[in-house]
């Protein structure tokens, strides 16, 4: 069984390809909420399991018998890939503004709960997957996990930008 588990992600932190990879691993079992483009109600009203979340206006509160898995990346790919995605931002004025968002929200998420690193999930996507999951159900079973992320693989260790805007 699922834990019901609200992942706290800051954007472009590589959330989509966990997901894929849970969904991989879990199947049909893994119920999941994408909250903004869902039902917009922290701990979801259809009875998923797993809700993801930015936090973009840190003002979110966990409800009770829901678990928190942060996810982060380092600021720079993090800011430089968030803008890349954001039409009609000037960079000039968005690396400021994103800069002070990212300090407050990993004030806010950071070292509180469990957390996943983008830069981890891919250097040890197997070890970060496993201890993913071992936090939502308690058990894995590896060879399964190493097929999941198999199955989901993408291109990391690269920077956010390249063939982006700058």
């Known amino acids: 069984m699922i834990h019901p588990t609200i992942f706290v992600t800051f954007p472009r932190s590589g959330h989509h390809w966990l997901i894929r990879s849970l969904k991989s691993y879990f ?7 994408e909250f903004y483009s869902h039902c917009n109600v922290v701990g979801c009203v259809d009875g998923c399991n797993m809700q993801k979340n930015h936090d973009l206006f840190l003002d ?3 409800p009770p018998g829901w678990q928190v898995i942060v996810q982060s990346r380092n600021a720079e790919d993090a800011i430089r890939s968030w803008w890349d995605v954001s039409p009609d931002m000037d960079w000039e004025i968005f690396r400021p503004q994103s800069t002070e968002f990212y300090n407050r929200w990993m004030e806010k998420w950071w070292d509180k709960y469990p957390q996943i690193t983008y830069e981890e ?13 071992f936090r939502l159900c308690g058990a894995v079973d590896v060879a399964r996990a190493q097929r999941a992320v198999a199955a989901n693989k993408t291109i990391v260790n690269q920077p956010a930008w390249v063939g982006g805007r700058l």
């Open 27 to 33: 199947g049909d079992e893994m119920q999941y909420c």
């Open 60 to 62: 979110l509160v966990i």
């Open 121 to 133: 999930r891919a250097a040890f996507p197997v070890e970060t997957l496993c201890a993913v999951i």
